[in-house]
């Protein structure tokens, strides 16, 4: 196998692992596991009051993998220049494996640091429990309002 299709290759699989990497989704979080297993009988469990709004950051986990491709290019390119024979083909190999992960660090170190914008919601419950839930958007809710939880977001009871 030349040293092009093993750089080819390895590029390939660069971006494969890289594209499963996806931003963590908001959630709804129950104090407790009774509480998160009954969740579904009643309004009682489902309905309350929001307490407290508060704006957060959800760190995207993943990249998009283009710092990943780039490192990868770069750094099999700068590999290639050393040696003769065998040994470049190592150092070619070798550069873009570790061009890869110092791309997708610097991809990742140099993104958005903050997260993305989302919404926390503390929900004083009927039933006196609490529950945190956490959402891409505001809704317009605000502390006061009554509520329920209806697949992990928040709906304006009126």
Known sequence: MTGKKLSAILVGATMVSMAGCAATAPRVRYDDDYYQRRASYDCSHRCGVIREVER???????????????????????????????????????????????????????????????WQFRVRMDDGRWATVTQWDNGDLRPGDRVMIRDDRLMLLR
């Not at 283009?66 to 070798?94: H, M, N, P, Q």
């Not at 890869?100 to 958005?112: H, Q």
Request: no cysteine.
């Open 56 to 118: 957060v950051y959800i760190r995207d986990n993943g990249t998009s993998g283009g710092g990943a491709v780039l490192g990868a290019i770069v750094g099999g390119v700068l590999g290639s220049t050393i040696g003769k024979g065998d040994g470049r083909k190592a150092a070619t190999v070798a550069g873009a494996v570790a061009g890869g992960f110092a791309g997708n660090a610097i991809e990742r170190n140099n993104g958005d640091n903050g997260g993305r914008p989302a």
